[in-house]
């Protein structure tokens, strides 16, 4: 990497960063209620001194805008994260983090939870539970597949990721269609869409973790997954142990998403369009386009969460719903652009 792109990649995540932080200000200060930033800075601050607050402001900032806030944040640096990561895996510019049927697999076990009745017990975490179990259960069988099939390849795992994606997503719709409470069947609906209306500080910890460790992972590897950019022949080439690098880019990947979609539900696109972005930000070079693509990620998840907040207010807007309408457009004009390269090195 030159001294030129080396500079430019620090500087663009320097300002990613310094957008993100008042970005998320604006995350707490905004909602159904817009409450002033002076009162989110003393509700804060009470936590920390003992000053007496308002129990109501103190609920809606501390308990639920805060928690919701960095719950996107997380979930759209770790979509991000994967998503790139994924799109290397196959060498695909269409590929995002569910490929692997994770997010199919994940609303069965979601779906399950609020129309049988399934882990019931769990209270609270039931439904994150349930998605969770599915999800796992998801990418075990699809790695499965495709290692009873002949070993990891691009093709077989987007041909296997999709067709048994297909498979999980009818098993959901079948009990949604069986559910005789039409309130469930809502429910597992709009989860299905994405959403942080659920977030609380319980939720924060699994999901940071997982998509810090990660971040190591991949990072520690930028070096071979630049090489596997340019094809297995020429990675294995360059001393890339190819097949092993694959398999345990999948295992990694598949924990990631498999515990975002747990806390989030389905949520599209962000995975897909934000590594594009990131690319044509600092290049392709995964030392830098990794921490690019989770900082944009985290930035373009608060402003939409934000938005399904407060544009139809009090109702609350899915979050795919939202990033599909914005990541469609935006990813068509950055397919637009003549210097863009999804495996280039300019």
Known sequence: MTAARTTRSALV?????????????IGVTLGAEPLPLATVADV???????????????TIVWELRMPRTLLAIIVGAGLALAGAAMQTLVTNPL???????????????????????????????????????GALAAGAIVLTVVLASGGITPLRLILTGTVLAAAFSSIASFLVFRSKDPSAAESAMFWLLGSFAG?????????AIVVAIGAIALLA????????????TTAASLGVPVPQLRLALVIVLALVVSVLVAVSGGIGFVGLVVPHLARLLVGPRHRALLPAAMLAGALFMVWV??????????????????????????????????????????
Request: net charge positive; charged share 10%; no cysteine.
């Open 13 to 25: 995540m320097v300002v990613l960063l310094a957008a993100l932080v008042p970005s998320a200000l």
């Open 44 to 58: 804060v601050a009470a936590r920390f001194t003992g000053a007496a607050v308002s129990p109501g402001l103190d």
């Open 95 to 133: 590929a995002d983090p569910y490929l692997l049927g994770i997010s199919s697999g994940a609303s069965v076990g979601a779906v399950a939870v609020l129309t049988t009745g399934f882990l019931a017990g769990a209270g609270t975490w039931a439904l994150s539970g349930g998605a969770l179990l």
């Open 199 to 207: 977030a609380d500080r319980t939720k924060l910890l699994a999901p």
């Open 221 to 232: 590897v930028a070096g071979w997954l630049d090489a596997l950019m340019l094809g297995p």
């Open 305 to 346: 969460d934000l938005g399904t907040r407060v544009l139809t207010r009090p109702v609350e807007i899915p979050v795919s719903v939202l990033t599909g309408i914005i990541g469609a457009p935006v990813f068509l004009i950055l397919m637009s652009r003549r210097r863009y390269s999804f495996a280039g090195t300019t």
